[in-house]
């Protein structure tokens, strides 16, 4: 039984890996910017989310979880117009450079406006208690599973059967027919920014019940997935799906049978696998990055 308690509770991480890999794989794959920023739009999420459902707005969880990331979003693509869109088609160097210094002011900011020291932020009453699945097992991190199941099942719908959605894919794979066709990129990076850090808002919102919500909570998360991208590959949408589960596990295992290689884990996972396969799990061919 405790093998399968780790083997889920891996699933439960790694599906908070997934929702915060693919934002950051979205950005990566449309714009080609390596967004440094990514860890602190996850933390930010969880500060604004603990604003508004406490009392400035006062709103219930379930809101929170769509207040909080649209707010972050909307936040980053106002970043995007003036600043980050006049580093695009220059050395990818500038762009990284940029989001690094991001970081560091956005985290200077949380600091100035919520303090340094931690905030707890609690399980909502009606996902507290836990379900006998032969052990008891929280509810809270089953609710994640779902959360994240839909976010997926509607990423994948918006970006396969919507005409934004397939514009999207074609200009991440081929930017000039879609200019050709006299459709402009501009915006649409501008909706792919938003939509990356607002899903790196969400794993700050899902995650902050269960590890409290601090400054620095975005560093380590960015670590994982800058990993979990480079093993899923870039220019799969299944991708960090797969590789975000798989780590998840892979480093709960290693956590509970051999604590001292935790931390390590991931990163021997992940030369693993590129050494059989270079650009990862499902990585395909990018003519931008060709």
């Not at 052990?135 to 918006?158: C, D, E, M």
């Not at 030369?271 to 990862?280: N, S």
Request: hydrophobic share 60%; proline share 5%.
């Amino acid at each position: 039984m405790d093998f399968l308690r780790f083997v889920l509770d891996g699933l439960v991480s790694g599906t908070l890996y997934v929702v915060i890999a693919l934002g950051l794989s979205i950005i990566f794959g449309m714009i080609g910017i390596v967004n440094f920023a990514h860890g602190i739009l996850y933390a930010l999420g969880a500060y604004l989310a603990l604003t508004v459902s406490g009392d400035v707005l006062g709103l219930p969880f379930g809101l929170t979880l769509i207040v909080a990331p649209i707010l972050v979003g909307l936040i980053a693509m106002m970043i995007e117009v003036p600043f980050l869109r006049r580093f695009y088609g220059l050395d990818p160097a500038l762009g990284l450079l940029f989001t690094f210094g991001l970081m560091l002011v956005g985290e200077g900011a949380i600091r100035m406006i919520w303090g340094p020291t931690g905030i707890p932020f609690g399980i909502p009453d009606f996902l507290s208690g836990s379900v006998d699945l032969g052990f008891q097992y929280s509810i809270y991190r089953l609710f994640i599973v779902g959360v994240t199941i839909a976010v997926i099942a509607g990423l994948w719908l918006f970006f396969n059967k919507t005409p934004v959605g397939l514009i999207i894919r074609a200009g991440s794979r081929d930017g000039e027919m879609v200019r050709l066709l006299g459709i402009s990129l501009k915006p649409i990076f501008t909706l792919v920014f938003g939509i990356g850090a607002a899903l790196a808002a969400l794993g700050g919102v899902l995650a902050a019940p269960l590890a409290g919500v601090q400054p620095a909570m975005g560093t380590d998360v960015l670590t994982i997935a800058f990993v979990v991208v480079v093993i899923g590959g870039l220019g799969s949408f299944w991708g960090p799906v797969g590789a975000g589960l798989l780590v998840g596990v892979v480093v709960t295992l290693t956590a509970a049978y051999a604590p001292v290689f935790s931390q390590a884990s991931m990163f021997v996972l992940m030369i693993a696998v590129l050494l059989v396969r270079p650009r990862g799990l499902f990585g395909q061919k990018w003519e931008m990055f060709e």
